[in-house]
């Protein structure tokens, strides 16, 4: 990466973090707002309002800063250059919007599936994305499939008395 | 001295050495995986004393508990992520330090600041149990609210990169406390009808989602190296033990200091590892003549987190032993498991029960040396998760992930939260927010908010904040804290100004 592109890319990183302090602004303005409807107690001088309320108020003040600063950091012409910017950030993270995908994937079906078998299917996918595949990784990646999802079930199950999602598939 | 000797007897039973063994063993073992708390270890432990002598149950549990709160720096180091609430800081400068090949040095050192802390503390409680416990519990809601006032000043020391960020990280952390029913009179806030919001958002939900989740996905960036089968730790690990101990033991000052933190923070109700290790870590780093080094893998750093969370063992006994008042969950299950022999805990218990409380110190000790021979003997067997390849770390840590979710409340739509925080904090990390003032921000939330709402209910006097000695000490301690962030913060931009201006 050139010290241009490298320019670029600090650019972008600056207008997300702009963007984010928008988006916290935004959600400090509205749940401020919201605590207006927390009832209040004649037992108490302050109310379980009134704490949020002081946190979000400061949550407001320090993101207006942050506005301002970053504000102030960003270039004019940086703001075209945005969205080609984001889409090569996500083409250099495509694995890790596969892993994350996988894993809301996995904690969907857990209680469909069981965690045994959720668990297995889990764990043996995501090596398989993962790895360089030869044939002993590969063997390597059932066993470890295996003693992470039935044989954590079964010590857990035995030692610990903790009883992981069974699955309604298997609850019929 | 009957009592002393009685209690020595008991203690060194071939039996309780052996199941003290075991415990330490379950207890770093528990400790290691991101999720499973000190507590929860504790709790799968109590059921098997039953049977056991009340000395020989409360020995056991200690030996969980110490190796408990030494088996969160493992994956703390080798992974960067917390294993307990209490490993948070350790991550700063012991995962730096394991990145940068020496996650040996990295180990060792968290261990032997371990057991120096633990025998600290136990001397500490030896020697100050009484006097302590009764300046505990003189302590009102106006000292804690401004004790954790000047706790949430850290924050100034743990920002990172950008201030702005990090006091943003920070409130935000607070904010996620205010999730749920309210802590004095249960009132609902900020649920919006959704079930899995009404008790609140779960703070190791939080903690595991934000560390963990965040810095295994960040693993899987560079598609080129996780493809080649590349490990955590690529360069050749030496193993340091003694060496190390002889650093430990030159930062004695650091190492005292962190430990007295500890000790401090442990014999307050309700205050714990979580916070000590933080505290411990920020007066570390402001006392340090190179605070810039902090972060980057600098031994005092995990001398300082280690020593602090692992003293606050001996901390919680304090108002345990002394008054009968449990500081800490964990205490609460010690105080329970002699309940269930019929042994009342309170201010009797020393002269009811000597060789019980004897016991007590001695198991302490005796626990520091379990957890010590247990950690260094199985050191090379832990460093080997360093040299297990990036794709099968991942999807394996992930899975323990969930299932630490999971047993904290039996709660599959705690399992939804975990990924929805997961995702935030990768996003988070990824715009430059340090994540650790927002976790303190969740430590501590309720605890202020508790206070100042009960302080203002006993007397709506806010001046009172003032006019009590040891609160105002607190509060003058805030301000100092924060001066110094703020001179910090000035100098350290004044001499990036200077290297600028130098470089051009």
Redesign the interface.
């Known amino acids: 990466m050139n010290n241009a592109d490298e320019n670029h890319s600090l650019e972008a ?1 600056e207008i ?2 702009f963007l ?2 928008i988006a ?1 602004l935004a959600a ?1 303005v509205a ?1 401020y707002l ?2 207006e409807h ?2 209040s ?1 004649r ?4 109310g ?5 309320r002081f ?2 108020a ?2 407001f003040l ?2 207006v ?2 506005i301002v ?1 970053s504000l102030r950091k960003i270039p004019g012409h940086a703001w075209g250059r945005f969205g080609s910017e984001v889409q090569h950030w996500l083409k ?5 919007i596969v ?2 995908v996988v ?2 994937a ?3 079906l ?2 469909i599936l069981g ?1 045994s078998i959720a ?1 297995f299917a ?2 043996f996918g ?2 398989l994305i ?3 595949r030869k044939p002993l ?1 590969l063997l ?2 059932v066993l ?1 499939a295996l003693a ?2 039935f044989g ?1 079930n079964a010590m ?1 199950a035995e030692f ?6 069974r699955g309604d598939f298997l609850n019929g | 001295m009957g009592d002393f000797l009685t209690a020595l007897v008991q203690i060194f039973a071939v039996s309780t050495l052996l199941y003290m063994l075991v415990g330490s063993v379950a207890g770093i073992i528990a400790a290691a995986i991101p999720g499973f708390t000190v507590t929860m270890a504790i709790v ?1 432990t109590l059921p098997l004393t039953f049977t056991m002598e009340p000395l020989q149950g409360v020995a056991v549990m200690l030996s969980v508990y110490v190796g408990g709160l030494t088996g969160g720096l493992i994956s703390a180091a080798l992974l960067g992520i917390p294993g307990t609430p209490s490993s948070v800081a350790t991550t700063f400068d012991a995962f730096p330090m394991a990145r940068k090949g020496d996650p040996g040095r990295a180990l060792s050192l968290g261990v032997w600041a371990s057991f120096f802390g633990t025998l600290i503390s136990t001397l500490i409680l030896v020697v100050a149990a009484p006097p302590l416990a009764i300046f505990a519990v003189k302590l009102g809601p106006w000292e804690y609210f401004s004790l954790i006032v000047f706790a949430l000043t850290i924050v100034a020391s743990l920002v990172g990169a950008s201030v ?2 990090g ?2 990280a920070g ?2 952390g ?2 996620i406390s ?1 999730v749920g029913a ?1 802590p ?2 249960g ?4 649920d919006f009808g959704i079930e899995m919001l009404e008790t609140g958002l779960p703070f190791l939900v939080v903690l595991i989602g934000i560390f963990a ?1 965040s810095q ?3 693993e ?2 560079d ?1 080129r190296t ?4 590349a490990k955590l730790v690529t360069d050749a690990i030496d193993f340091k033990t003694w060496k190390v101990m002889k650093e430990v033991l030159m930062s004695p000052v650091n190492l005292i200091r962190s430990s007295v933190v500890g000790v401090l923070i442990g014999a307050l109700p309700g205050a714990g590892g979580s916070i000590s290790n933080l505290v411990a870590y920020d007066q570390a780093k402001r006392a340090s003549k190179t605070p810039e080094v902090f972060g980057t893998g600098t031994p005092d750093g995990v001398i300082a987190s280690e020593a602090g969370n692992s003293a606050t063992a001996g901390g919680g006994l304090i108002p345990l032993i002394g008054l009968g008042i449990p500081g800490s969950a964990v205490d609460a299950i010690l105080m329970a498991s002699l309940m269930v022999h019929g042994i009342s805990v309170g201010p009797r218990l020393i002269t009811d029960h000597g060789d019980l409380v004897y016991g007590m110190f001695i198991a302490m000790a005796v626990a520091s040396f379990m957890m010590l021979i247990v950690s260094v003997l199985s050191m090379r067997l832990f460093l080997r998760v360093a040299e297990v ?4 770390i ?3 840590v ?3 992930c ?2 630490g979710s ?2 904290l409340n ?1 709660r ?1 739509t705690d ?2 939260l ?2 929805i925080v ?2 935030v904090g ?2 988070l990390r990824t ?2 927010y340090s994540l650790a003032p927002l976790v303190l921000g969740v430590i501590l ?1 309720p605890i ?2 508790t206070n ?2 009960r302080a ?2 006993t007397d ?1 006097d806010p001046t009172q904040f003032l006019t009590r000695p040891i609160s105002l000490i607190f509060l003058i301690a805030a301000v100092m804290s924060i001066g110094w962030a703020i001179r910090s913060h000035l100098k350290t931009n004044k001499m990036n100004g200077v290297k600028d201006a130098n470089a051009s």
């Open positions: 990183g997300a973090r984010s302090y916290i400090s749940l919201s605590a927390i009832p107690s037992f108490e001088v302050l379980a309002a009134a704490f949020p946190v979000f400061a949550i320090i993101a800063i942050a600063d250099t993270r495509y694995l890790v892993c994350f894993f809301a996995y904690l969907l857990v209680p965690f668990s889990f764990v995501l090596q993962l790895m360089p990784t390597v990646a470890v992470f999802s954590l857990f610990f008395n903790v009883f992981l999602p | 799968l702005i960020r006091l943003l409130l935000i607070l904010a205010t309210d004095i009179l009132r609902p806030r900020f989740i295994l996905l960040s899987v960036e598609s996780v493809r080649s089968g390849p990036k794709w099968l991942v999807p394996t992930l899975t323990c969930v299932v999971f047993a039996n599959v399992l939804y975990l990924g997961g995702l990768y996003a715009l430059g939330g202020a908010e100042l709402r203002l209910m709506s």
